[in-house]
Structure formats: structure tokens, C-alpha cells
């Protein structure tokens, strides 16, 4: 398992309830562990290249390992867990609910 981190963030974040079954646009931020989401948008190119060279992509589907508290927000694809800070998962767009 590797285990990445893209950027430290330092801002706690609400979470919300899905429903499962139905789709529900959010951040990334407002994940909860075990919780898996689509990727709909990364915020720049710089992050978006960078997100690529992890297999993380607009339209990938990725689960939320661990929400840490005043810290990041833990994702995994394919058996790679990856470390998005706060600031930067607040701004990724993903819907959930799957």
C-alpha cells in the first residue's frame, strides 16, 4: 500500500449524510469513511497533473479511507492511499452516494 501526500490543509469541515442510492453533489471534504464518490472536478492544471501522475483523474472513482480530524482527507484507488489536505479537498468536486 502507498501511501501520498498531495497538500497539507489545517481547516476542520461539516459533513454531510448521503443517502445511498441516490447522487449528491459535494466536496471532498464532506466524505465520510468508507463513503465512495466520483471525481467531477480538479480545481487547477498544476493539481489536476499532478493528481494524474497517482491515477486520480475527473471521472475516477475513489473511496474515502479516513477523514483525520484538522487534517487531511485519506482517498484510495487501486489499493493506493493518497493524502489530500484540507483546503485542496474543499476545493475538488466530487458526487457521491455510490
Not at 479511507?65 to 492511499?81: F, L, Y
Amino acid at each position: 500500500m502507498i501511501f501520498i501526500a498531495i497538500q497539507a490543509g489545517f481547516c476542520v469541515a461539516a459533513h454531510e449524510t448521503l443517502v445511498p442510492g441516490r447522487d449528491a453533489t459535494m466536496t471532498l471534504d464532506r466524505m465520510k469513511r468508507g463513503q465512495r464518490c466520483r471525481i467531477l472536478s480538479i480545481p487547477s492544471e498544476a493539481v489536476r497533473a499532478q493528481a494524474l501522475r497517482f491515477g486520480i483523474a475527473e471521472g475516477e472513482m475513489v473511496t474515502c479511507c479516513e477523514v483525520i480530524p484538522a487534517g487531511p482527507v485519506v482517498i484510495s484507488k487501486n489499493r493506493q492511499e493518497i493524502a489530500i489536505g484540507r483546503r485542496l479537498a474543499r476545493q475538488i468536486e466530487v458526487e457521491g452516494g455510490f
